[in-house]
T-cell receptor
Framework: DSGVTQTPKHLITATGQRVTLRCSPR?????VYWYQQSLDQGLQFLIQ???????AKGNILERFSAQQFPDLHSELNLSSLELGDSALYFC??????????????FGEGSRLTVL | AQKVTQAQTEISVVEKEDVTLDCVYE???????LFWYKQPPSGELVFLIR??????QNEISGRYSWNFQKSTSSFNFTITASQVVDSAVYFC???????????????FGRGTSLIVHP
């Protein structure tokens, strides 16, 4: 158990809808990362937050947004969903704002299916 | 451009065989970090090892060993005497400062699925 909690574990929705994925980082970790894992794209970095502030941005679509709250949990909002958004969304956390200093602790992921 | 290449999509072995998972990376940074993560069937990625670009010493941890060679831009992972519990997807990752704007966000390879048969 990594200590990173993601909810929901599974989510099925329809095209055009909006969903919110939630992540609670490991106790004491200030940095949260969101990754998308799909069969065709592999594991893609979306966005990083550190202590409430956006730190780094990757291949995140404009339809997607995220935030980190004062209690350090983070939410990833996906809107106007398309079939291609179906994927496993991972949250990871670390103590440091700089990812190389140590390992990332990953949650079990939220599997999103868009029908 | 792909930064981390794991050419082996899937490897199937029988228990007790040794297996090597290949990882080739591409970077222009002189300072970078390489990682291996394991993704068991339960889904979450589990950290295995981190190596910086200035440390080319090979590392051994139990049945696991890693061979880092800057000359060939490779960071290969060997499991000795494989076990069924080693069945998982293994990811190699690269952290660079320049590509990530200084934040060293890891870029992952596509992963290698290892299946160990009893």
């Amino acid at each position: 158990d990594s200590g990173v909690t993601q909810t929901p574990k599974h989510l099925i929705t329809a095209t055009g809808q909006r969903v919110t994925l939630r992540c609670s980082p490991r106790s004491g970790d200030l940095s949260v990362y969101w990754y998308q894992q799909s069969l065709d794209q592999g594991l893609q970095f979306l966005i990083q937050y550190y202590n409430g502030e956006e730190r780094a941005k990757g291949n995140i679509l404009e339809r997607f947004s995220a935030q980190q709250f004062p209690d350090l949990h983070s939410e990833l909002n996906l809107s106007s969903l398309e079939l291609g958004d179906s994927a496993l969304y991972f949250c990871a956390s670390s103590v440091s704002p700089v990812a190389y200093t140590g390992e990332l602790f990953f949650g079990e992921g939220s599997r999103l299916t868009v029908l | 451009a792909q930064k981390v290449t794991q050419a082996q999509t899937e490897i199937s072995v029988v228990e007790k065989e040794d297996v090597t998972l290949d990882c080739v990376y591409e970077t222009r940074d002189t300072t970078y970090y390489l990682f291996w993560y394991k993704q068991p069937p339960s889904g979450e990625l589990v950290f295995l090892i981190r190596r910086n670009s200035f440390d080319e010493q090979n590392e051994i941890s139990g049945r696991y060993s890693w061979n880092f060679q800057k000359s060939t831009s490779s960071f290969n992972f060997t499991i000795t005497a494989s076990q069924v519990v080693d069945s998982a997807v293994y990811f190699c990752a690269l952290s660079e400062a320049r590509a990530s704007g200084g934040s060293y966000i890891p870029t992952f390879g596509r992963g290698t699925s290892l299946i160990v048969h009893p």
